[in-house]
Nanobody, 125 residues
């Protein structure tokens, strides 16, 4: 499985963006997925995770109620719908995949089965 994140860009505060993480390979449906972000000069942090079936989701407190993670296993893609964006949401966003749901809750790229390149989100005030 290879992961490719996309959908980033420049948006004004209060706006919305939808990020996509497309996976190649036939095992996507068995992978739990997570989104992470790293702001300039800050450590990477967990944003959201979704179980392989889509039945379980977890969000960081800072994005709960504004962001929604979802997946389309037929398309091999996980999404992050970001609404009511704030300048502090500015970061490079990454996606990760792992057979363990516990793993995708943590910012540990080397523990993930797969880790994608990031996409930059910039929120202007």
């Amino acid at each position: 499985v290879q992961l490719q994140a996309s959908g980033g860009g420049l948006v004004q505060a209060g706006g919305s963006l939808r990020l996509s993480c497309a996976a190649s390979g036939r095992t996507f449906n068995t992978k739990n997925m997570g989104w992470f972000r790293q702001a300039p000069g800050k450590e990477r942090q967990f944003v959201a995770a979704i179980g392989w079936s889509g039945g379980s989701t977890v969000y960081a407190t800072s994005v709960k109620g504004r962001f929604t993670i979802s997946r389309d296993n037929a398309k091999g893609t996980v999404y992050l719908q970001m609404n009511s964006l704030k300048p502090e949401d500015t970061a490079v966003y990454f996606c990760g995949a792992d057979r363990s749901f516990r793993t995708v809750l943590h910012n540990t790229p080397r523990d993930h089965d797969y880790w994608g390149q990031g996409t930059l989100v910039t929120v202007s005030s």
